[in-house]
Structures are given as C-alpha cells and as structure tokens.
C-alpha cells in the first residue's frame, strides 16, 4: 500500500525558461485546493535538495506568478547528486552525495518529490526512483528534447520569441538586400530551428539532424539575389554543422555533467557566405533571450496542465513517473523507460516537409 500523500515538495532543475513558475503555481495550488497537502519548494534545484534548503509554497506564495519568466525557486545545470564536484584548495574532488539528498528528503518527511527539468533532471529523478524516493518528472526546456514526451514547457514561448526576432530582421534584411543568419539555441536537436524558421518563412534552415552543405546555401543566396528577392533569411541551430565538420563549441563548461555549451555557428556561417557570395551577411545570435519572459499562453496551458496533472497521478497513488504529452493527449512515461539523451527531429517530421513545401531548403549533403 502507497503511503498517503500530506506533504510534497518540488524543485527545478536545468536551464530555466518560461512557464516553469506556471508549473509551480500548478502543482501547488492544485495540491492544496485538491487534497489539502502541504508544499515546499526545493531551492536551486537539486543544490538545494543535497544542502537542504527548503520553503514553504502557500497559494499567497505563488500568487501573480504565472505570467513571470525564471523560476522563484531558483535553478541550477552545474549540480550532479551521483557526481558532485566539491573544490578543495586547487583540486576538485567528486563524490556521490545521492545519499545526504535522500537523508534531507526523509527528515523533511515530504511523501513525494515533484521534479521540473530537462533530460539531466529527468536522468537524477530516474536514479532518485530507483533508490526509493517516490517521484512525479515534469518536462521543461525551450530546446523541445527531452525523450518520452512531443512538448516541453518552455518551447512554445521561444519559439514566439525566435519568430518575433525574424520578423524583425526580414524587414532589415530586405531593406538592405542583406542575408540575415539567425543562431537559435537547441543544444544537439533543431526544434526551436525548425518551428521558427517555419513560423518565421525562413528561406533556408540549418538543423543539427540534418548535416548542410555550404555550396547549397550558396547556390540558394546567390539564386535569390538573381531574381530579384534581394534578401536572405536563414536560421540555424547552434548545433548544425556542415557535413564532414564539426558542431561549433563556445565553451567547456567545468565540472558538470554536460560540459559542452554549442555557439558561434552563424558568426562562422556569415563570413561564410560573404566570401562566397558576395552578398553583404549579418549574424545574430538569440541565445539567452530565448530562455526569457513571460510564458505565452499554449505555455500557461501546458505548465498548468501538467501541474495538476502530476498531483492528481501522486493522489491516484503513481510515482516514478513523468508526465508528457503524446499523440494529441496527456501521457505518463515511466521513469525507468526513460531513454537517455535527447529527442531529436525526425526526418520525416511534418514540419519539415511543410518548409519544402513553402520553397525553403535544409540545403542537406547527398
Ligand atoms: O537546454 C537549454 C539551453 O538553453 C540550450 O538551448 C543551451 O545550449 C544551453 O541551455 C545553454 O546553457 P547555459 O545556461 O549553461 O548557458
């Protein structure tokens, strides 16, 4: 038999985005209204949860949040429970501090843990299952990639933010008979690319799935420029890379369980083209902005939803869990059928084939 549930905690983990202070306000408001349990938020992730750094969430707590970008818990992506770097003079030691995390959980006598992360979140929460603590995983990041689930809360909100910025640069790009390339972050899958470059008209997108050949672009610039459209839109992921190349590293992150931080793609891509096209190219790069603002409303939707969907499967007495979305209705996943990685963009994805469709190319080699 389950325990019954009196008091639960949650926390937020990874990069942060916006809807997660949504999901906050969910969970507690539908845990108090509902069962009448208490909440705690975790500080800072999983940090807070090995240090033990815990607040009470009350419905005045988390009113006038839904519409605030971040998180009012905090977030970290630097902190591994299973691999936790601690300094020591000039040298960094690591050790497994899993155990002090579940000995903070049991003396705080929470009956379960509401986890809002990425797939790094989603990987400890699986571990923390295994080891016994009761779990409900809920999906967030603008990047769209975690495994289990076809929506992430964030996603929605950067993808309307990446469309307003090319809205913004066609008219400069037009204007100047220019080629704008627009850096979308992403890490290793193109989602955010391809929903914005669609959304946007992008005239060629540039995803990681999908490896580019250079003299392809070429070739489409200097078409357009020949017929008269003067201008070029193109929007790349961070982690696209031309075939037979490499993924653009911006920097090695120290000490964390995914060192790599992607970036610089269409500063490399710019001089690219300009060399060889001739035709005069400007880069920007989104990066953080995307992670920023008020959660649009298909995100409200999403973070409220599966808020209260993750209380009502604790009260239904699940655990080790996340809930997702699938096939045009709410799903839960399994924690321990959770495939490792990220979720990329399948080839045949429909969204693909539409930007065909609008005449714009991936200018992918043979
Ligand atoms: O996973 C979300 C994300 O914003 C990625 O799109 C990006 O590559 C990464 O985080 C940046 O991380 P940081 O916050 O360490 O700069």
């Not at 993924?247 to 995914?258: E, G, L, N, Y």
């Amino acid at each position: 038999m389950k325990k019954r549930i009196r008091k639960i905690a949650i926390l937020t983990g990874g990069g942060d985005c916006p809807g997660l202070n949504a999901v906050i306000r969910a969970v507690s408001r539908s845990a108090i209204h509902d069962y009448g349990w208490e909440v705690w938020g975790i500080e800072d992730g999983f940090a807070g949860l090995i240090e033990g750094r815990f607040l009470p969430l009350t419905i005045d707590k988390v009113s006038g949040i839904l519409t605030q970008g971040g998180t009012i818990l905090g977030t970290t992506n630097r902190t591994n429970p299973f691999l936790y770097a601690k300094r020591k003079g000039l040298k960094v030691e690591y050790k497994d501090v899993s155990k002090q995390a579940l000995r903070f959980f049991r003396s705080g006598q929470f009956d379960a843990l509401v986890c809002v992360g990425g797939d790094g979140t989603m990987s400890f929460a699986k571990r923390f299952s295994k080891e016994g603590l009761p779990i409900v995983g809920i999906p967030k990041t603008i990047d769209n990639d975690v495994p289990g689930t076809e929506r992430t809360v964030g996603f929605y909100s950067a993808v309307h933010t990446a469309t307003e910025a090319i809205d913004k640069l066609h008219t400069t790009a037009a204007s100047h008979h220019r080629v704008m390339v627009i850096e979308v972050m992403g890490r290793d899958a193109g989602w955010l690319a391809l929903a914005s470059g669609l959304a946007g008209g992008a005239d060629i997108l540039l995803i990681p799935e999908l490896p580019f050949d250079l003299k392809k672009v070429y070739a489409r610039v200097k078409q357009r420029s020949s017929k008269g459209r003067r201008f070029t839109i193109i929007v790349v992921a961070e982690g696209a890379f031309p075939s037979g190349g490499e993924k653009i590293v911006q920097r090695k992150v120290k000490d964390v369980s995914q060192p790599v931080r992607l970036g610089g793609i269409a500063h490399w891509l710019a001089n690219q083209i300009e060399m060889g096209t001739d035709v005069e190219t400007r880069a920007t790069v989104l990066g953080h902005v995307l992670r920023g603002g008020s959660p649009i409303y298909q995100d409200r939707l999403l973070a409220t939803s599966f808020g209260c969907e993750a209380t009502h499967r604790l009260a239904m007495g699940e655990r080790g869990m996340m809930v997702g979305w699938g096939k045009g209705e709410f799903i839960t996943i399994p924690l321990k059928n959770l495939a490792g990685g990220c979720r990329l963009v399948p080839k045949n994805h429909p969204w693909i084939d539409a930007c065909r469709s609008m005449g714009a190319i991936f200018a992918e080699a043979e």
